[in-house]
């Protein structure tokens, strides 16, 4: 186990700056996670941790051993920084078996026979391949190549693991058996894991911490999955952990309003203190808001709720998805399938209402890819 530092470091190919002035802290033992759209420099971030980018500015420590330093110019090259790398394509090599492609790093590390030997059988035992040891690639299925990949880097290095997207390739049931499957290895081993990804369902299911990047490069919040879901810096950060409603309302006369060019339609919550504008945005997740039938008199909702017009219905198997048009806002409701049978579903051109738990409000909307 080892920990990780990049200090201010910048990455430039040619005179583009892929990565500019970043610093990071990945505590020993832990799984941390680069998330944010592509392209933002997460890849860049592995690869000079790698040694397969060179700095142009800043350092970079594995435990207690500087790898690289422009200002001190410290190179050490990928080979002998004891680092393991999991790409998106695996780079499983396909003319040798699972047993000679795990056995490949320690070969290179000229590690004495019987105990590379013993070091594959214990980590294809990890991951769960050790009966397919004499197959070739070809005779596995795409989690089964995805796995001697990881069993190759645990073999590479047992203090730091880099996985760039690792799971993409993967249909969505082997992407929802591997993650579990890296957390578990990761517990087991203890390694310091570094994961890239775009995705947030991987990355809150695996993550110790993540942290979350814009388009520009910077680390815009750093956290635990809790902490981040539960207290989002801003809208960039609450946008890109999940599916969210971004609600377009107004202060008039002290009370607040769905933006709409026609008509004043009631936002019936508390007016949030220290927004700087009067108009703003009240963001919320889709699985927030319960539906009920509209008033047959056109009125308010029971308790004041928001009244809106079902415009499209999906059904998703586990869970129906709503489209409400709230005047000239469009509601994006999602309502657990079982839920939704016992109280009766919704059909395009139903009145309802709306009931929204959990607001948070914004000054304003970041855009995430």
């Known amino acids: 186990m080892a920990e990780v530092r990049l200090d201010r470091i910048t990455v430039q190919y040619g005179k583009k700056t892929a990565i500019g002035d970043f610093s990071l802290h990945v505590r020993d033992g832990e799984c941390l996670t680069l998330l944010g759209p592509s392209p933002c420099g997460k890849t860049t971030v592995l690869r000079a941790i790698a040694g397969l980018a060179k700095l142009a500015g800043g350092d970079v420590t594995i435990g207690s051993r500087v790898v690289a330093s422009k200002d001190r110019r410290i190179f050490i090259p990928p080979e002998k920084r004891n680092v393991g790398v999991v790409f998106q394509d695996y780079a499983v090599w396909p003319h040798m078996t699972v047993e000679a492609n795990v056995l490949y790093p320690l070969k290179k590390r000229k590690v004495p026979r019987e105990e590379a030997k013993e070091q594959v059988s214990d980590v294809l035992r990890q991951v769960r391949m050790a009966d397919y040891a004499a197959r070739m690639p070809f005779q596995l299925s795409g989690g089964q190549q995805q796995r001697v990949a990881l069993a190759r880097a645990l073999v590479a290095s047992q203090d730091v693991v880099l996985l760039d997207e690792p799971l993409t390739n993967l249909d969505a049931n082997l992407r929802e058996e591997m993650r579990f499957e890296i957390k578990r290895l990761q517990n087991e081993t203890g390694v310091t894991v570094i994961y890239v990804t775009h995705d947030q369902d991987i990355a ?166």
Do not use: W
């Open 204 to 369: 809150l299911v695996i993550s110790d911490r993540i942290a979350v990047m814009d388009k520009t490069g910077s680390v815009r919040q750093l956290g635990t999955p809790e902490e981040l879901s539960r207290n989002p810096v801003d809208s960039f950060v609450y946008r890109f952990l999940g599916l969210s409603n971004f609600i377009a309302v107004e202060i008039v006369d002290g009370e607040m309003h769905v933006r709409d060019g026609s008509e004043r339609i009631p936002f019936p919550y508390p007016v949030p203190s220290g927004m700087g504008s009067t108009s703003f945005y009240a963001a919320c997740r889709p699985m927030d808001i319960a539906l009920a039938r509209a008033a047959t008199d056109g009125g308010a909702g029971a308790g004041g709720a928001l009244r809106g017009l079902v415009t499209r219905v999906i059904y998703l198997g586990n869970i129906y998805e709503y489209r409400v048009q709230v005047g000239d806002s469009e509601i994006r409701v999602q309502q657990d399938s079982y839920e939704a049978f016992r109280n009766g579903t919704f059909r395009e051109g139903d009145a309802c209402t709306l009931s929204i738990k959990n607001i948070r409000y914004y000054e304003d909307v970041e855009e995430v890819s």
